[in-house]
């Protein structure tokens, strides 16, 4: 939406204001002269979050397991300059291509051979960060 930065003000040398929120400003100066002539110009400019989400694990993904074996996924933490703001997706890739969604804490694996557990975050600035574990099944 549109926001106001400055409202209508004399403009002085050295004028400074903060930007508390990330999106596309403008600045619209309109300069008067003695004679009542005036001029107008704006400014745009943008201001974006560049920080990734990440995920720390409280502990280890183990890379091997044997078939049928549970896996309990470690405890993690989402850090983020706005972590509320922040969406994890988890998914685990089975050794036949076929991709599901992780429900809750828990993987069964149910035939031999390479899985992939991958954890997507994004913000709502469409930063993204993606971890990769890769387990083989015996």
Known sequence: ???I??????????????VMEYGT???????????????TDKIEFAVYDPVK???SFDGEIASEVKVGQ???????????????GVKM??????????????????????QKGAYVL????????NNATMYRFAVTVK
């Open 1 to 3: 939406g549109n926001k």
């Open 5 to 18: 930065i400055l409202e209508e003000q004399t403009l002085t040398a050295g004028k400074t204001f903060t």
């Open 25 to 39: 400003y403008t600045i619209m100066y309109k300069v008067t002269d003695s004679a009542k002539n005036f001029a």
């Open 53 to 55: 989400p990440t995920l």
């Open 70 to 84: 549970k896996m309990d996924l470690p405890k993690y933490t989402i850090s983020d300059n706005n972590p509320d």
């Open 89 to 110: 997706y988890a998914y685990i890739m089975s050794p036949d291509g076929t991709k599901a969604k992780i429900e809750g804490n828990t993987v069964i694996f149910t």
């Open 118 to 125: 991958t954890f997507l975050l994004t913000d709502e600035h």
